[in-house]
């Protein structure tokens, strides 16, 4: 079974402050891997999509890497702004026999103070 | 604009009712997908369906109820069966593909028990 845990739970920064949330997962036959963002009682937003071949996406100042080997993803977050205050979810798919569907860590709570 | 709607955003379900959540898509997406949200957890897979007339269980399958009659719309059903059903449900849906995974998400509908 493919378990998927984010650290740290909750993160308080300074804005302008760059800052990576983590991410691992115990299978590493995976297909891919997504970081998503949450806002308070809203759905999911597609942040990254990187894909098992793939090392590393960019987004404006979002960057996230993988490394399937070790069963890591980071997402890295630079000069933080107080807009980027929400849940960031990864979530891998495939891996643990579950080919067909993504496995969610719960989340990491970001919080950018002015 | 292409999207995921859900109605309703919010609904209250009483003892022994069945109630009904609204998922509906213009992105013309093959796969349509049911989690669920509980507080500090990662989201839960219910059901899935990856064509027309065909869907799965998830992982938490055990009572609640889908159909998929139509491309566009994939209902989902929480019956009087579920026990616990309070929660923030999530609809998503995904391109053609092998490994399709979800990446649009609708904002959900939150349920709760009067």
């Known amino acids: 079974k493919q378990e998927v845990t984010q650290i740290p739970a909750a993160l308080s920064v300074p804005e302008g402050e760059n800052l990576v949330l983590n991410c691992s997962f115990t299978?590493?036959?995976?297909?891919?891997l997504q970081w998503f963002r949450q806002d308070p009682g809203k759905g999911l937003t597609s942040l990254l999509l990187?894909?098992?071949?793939?090392r590393e996406q960019t987004s404006g100042r979002l960057n996230a890497s993988l490394d399937k080997s070790s069963g890591r993803s980071t997402l890295y977050i630079a000069a933080s702004q107080p807009g980027d205050s929400a849940t960031y979810l990864c979530?891998?798919?495939?891996?643990?026999?579950?080919?067909?569907?993504?496995?969610f860590g719960k989340g990491t709570l970001l919080t950018v103070n002015p | 604009d292409g999207g995921i709607t859900q109605s309703p955003k919010y609904l209250f379900r009483k003892e022994g009712q069945n109630v009904t959540l609204s998922c509906e898509q213009n992105?013309?997406?093959?796969?349509m997908y049911w989690y669920r949200q509980d507080p500090g957890q990662g989201l839960r897979l219910i059901y899935y369906?990856?064509?027309?007339?065909?869907?799965q269980k998830g992982d938490i399958a055990e009572g609640y109820s889908v159909s998929r009659e139509k491309k566009e719309s994939f209902p989902l059903t929480v019956t009087s069966a579920q026990k616990n059903p309070t929660a923030f449900y999530l609809c998503?849906?995904?391109?053609?593909?092998?490994?399709?995974?979800?990446?649009?998400f609708g904002d959900g509908t939150r349920l709760s028990i009067l």
């Open positions: 979530a891998v798919g495939g891996g643990g026999g579950s080919n067909y569907k993504l496995t």
């Open positions: 299978d590493s036959a995976i297909y891919n």
């Open positions: 990187i894909q098992s071949s793939q």
């Open positions: 992105l013309n997406h093959d796969a």
């Open positions: 369906s990856q064509i027309v007339n065909d869907f």
């Open positions: 998503a849906s995904a391109s053609e593909g092998i490994r399709q995974q979800p990446q649009h």
